[in-house]
């Protein structure tokens, strides 16, 4: 089979193409849906170092601006506050396509710009950039390697690349941005279920509680659920303190997710921590009750949890199905004909996408300098909708300012949000959002005064109007999408990882917002 890089250079890369299986669902790969539902065709191996040269050369960097690949330089952001429109903001949208088939999209920038997205798919692999999307090339992963809700991490201060997969103890490493691969060593608690092979790998990098100034200077932490089968389950981490070769347990079981029935939306659990200076380690966590902050100060031997009030988004499976019915989601009939006769794997999701999509966390909180802490989670409006909401904490997550709508006023839904937030305090979120036109497209929202009492947000849709990422619902029911990864550049634009359906195809799309000046 040609792989979708291999027909983007042929007919361009822009152009969608239709596969025979849904990504996600392909020979070697394995997916784990929630609610208690495992669905898998294949188990990839444990893998040896591997060495594979790229599909292309990337180009050299250059820097950032209004005319670069995909900035559409007659548009604007929206600047808004407490729901009222000031006038246009100070950025322009921009949208990229990788030419390479995707999923669950991570995103990691490096300290030259160089993008780093996983997963491209067909073959399995990063898709890297240095010249911001303009060209694309993949750096394979080892034969075997695991495949689906996958998971990329870069950490800061060596560049190391970290990847794992679900229902994989596979963890991957490379010190050259994923030309080359090592397997680190997962160990294991005696007792049952403190395993790694879980369906939600989250990895997070920062400074040891008493810090170290030889080898790998941070510790790497490895989160995911002990038990491989749905959202309810609970979740353990796992510490390297030599950069990935081998991770031992830490602390003990954590269970985020007791709920008062079985309809009520338990939430995923653990999202990516976020380490201090000191060693402090802010993880997001969602439950039934909403969105948890989980504090460690022993690196994760245990934890302090700080709920963040009205956080819950009161979605259970049937109410879900409805919220997002009025954004393009699937009609009644389709619902019932799925449930009698699902044609695929594929079609399941279909089902059950409202209840994840809507309690899913993965970049949930950021920290500047000062310690300001903010969140976004996706919340319920009046009753029925799906909206971003947004909160600010100034004492470590122990209290929190009332949550407010991130999205502007002609957003009418929002869901799976990711936030990024500078040493300075500006803040960057990625998120799908709908008109209400039967659309969604991703959305891309900065602010520079968050903490204030009403803060001002510029925001703007990374495609046109006419030419939506999704012309179908969103955004569970048509592929494994979950995650956006908002991310600041060095060039001070803000990236996030997207994916565009088109017949059943998943297509790795890049958004940003370039400053206009």
């Keep these: ?37 495992m669905i898998s065709t294949g188990c990839g191996g444990r893998s040896s170092t591997s060495s594979v040269a790229s599909v292309e050369a990337p180009k050299p960097k250059v820097n950032g601006n209004i005319n670069d690949p995909g900035c559409q330089s007659a548009r604007r952001t929206v600047r808004y ?85 679900a229902l994989s103890a596979d963890i991957l490493y490379s010190d050259d941005l994923g030309i080359t691969w090592h397997t680190g060593i997962v160990e294991y608690k005696p007792e049952e279920p403190f395993s790694s092979e879980g369906d939600w790998p989250k990895f997070w990098s920062g400074p040891a509680v008493t810090p170290r100034t030889e080898g790998f200077v941070n510790n790497v932490y490895y989160c995911n659920w002990v038990t491989p089968a749905g959202v309810a389950s609970s979740f353990g981490c796992f510490k390297s303190i030599n950069g990935g ?24 659990g653990h999202g990516r921590g976020i380490i201090t200076a000191d060693g402090t380690i802010y993880m997001p966590v969602q439950g039934c009750v909403g969105e948890s902050v989980y504090v460690s100060y022993d690196e994760a031997e245990t934890w302090t949890i700080y709920p963040i009030p009205d956080s819950g988004t009161g979605v259970t499976l049937l109410t879900g199905v409805e919220a997002l019915q009025s954004g393009g989601k699937l009609t009644q009939e389709q619902f019932a004909s799925y449930v009698e006769n699902p044609r695929s794997a594929f079609d399941v999701f279909k089902l059950f996408g409202p209840e994840v999509t809507a309690s899913s966390t993965v970049d949930g909180i950021g920290l500047d300098e000062n310690g300001g802490m903010y969140a976004a989670w996706t919340g319920v409006e009046d009753g029925e909708r799906l909206v971003i909401l947004f909160s600010y904490s100034d004492n470590g ?28 305090g500006r803040i960057g979120i990625g998120y799908y959002g709908t008109t209400g036109d039967g659309t969604w497209t991703g959305y891309l929202t900065v602010s520079d005064n968050g903490s204030s009492e009403k803060p001002i947000f510029e925001t703007a849709a990374v495609t046109p109007a006419d030419a939506p990422l999704m012309d179908a619902p969103c955004c569970f029911s048509n592929g ?15 990236w996030a990882a997207f994916v565009a359906y088109k017949d059943d195809y998943l297509e790795g799309m890049m958004g940003r917002l370039v400053p206009a000046k």
């Excluded at 042929?10 to 929630?34: D, P, R």
């Excluded at 081998?246 to 338990?266: E, I, L, R, Y």
Aim: aromatic share 6%; proline share 8%; hydrophobic share 35%.
């Design 397 to 424: 997550g122990q209290s929190w300012t009332s949550p407010i709508r991130l999205m502007p006023p002609e957003v009418v839904q929002g869901t799976l949000p990711s936030i990024s937030v500078t040493p300075s």
């Design 245 to 268: 070769e081998t991770f031992k347990p830490v602390g003990s079981v954590q269970q985020a997710n007791v709920c008062p029935d079985v309809v009520s939306t338990p939430g995923l």
């Design 81 to 165: 506050s407490d729901g009222v429109v000031l006038g246009n903001g100070d950025y322009i949208p921009c949208v990229v396509d990788t030419g390479m088939a995707s999923g669950e999209p991570s995103l990691n920038i490096t300290r030259d710009g160089t993008l780093l997205r996983a997963p491209a798919k067909e073959p399995l692999g990063i898709a890297v950039s240095s010249d911001n999307g303009a060209t694309w090339a993949r750096h394979v992963l080892p034969d075997g390697a695991p495949s689906g809700v996958e998971d990329s991490y870069l950490d800061p201060v060596s560049e190391r690349l970290f990847y794992n997969a």
């Design 1 to 37: 089979m040609k792989t979708a890089c291999h027909i983007a250079a042929k007919g361009g890369a822009s152009e969608y193409i239709k596969h025979a299986v849904s990504n996600g669902f392909k020979s070697g790969g394995v997916v784990c849906f929630s609610i208690l539902l």
């Design 480 to 494: 494994l999408n979950e995650y956006t990864s908002a991310r600041w550049a060095p060039d001070g634009s803000l």
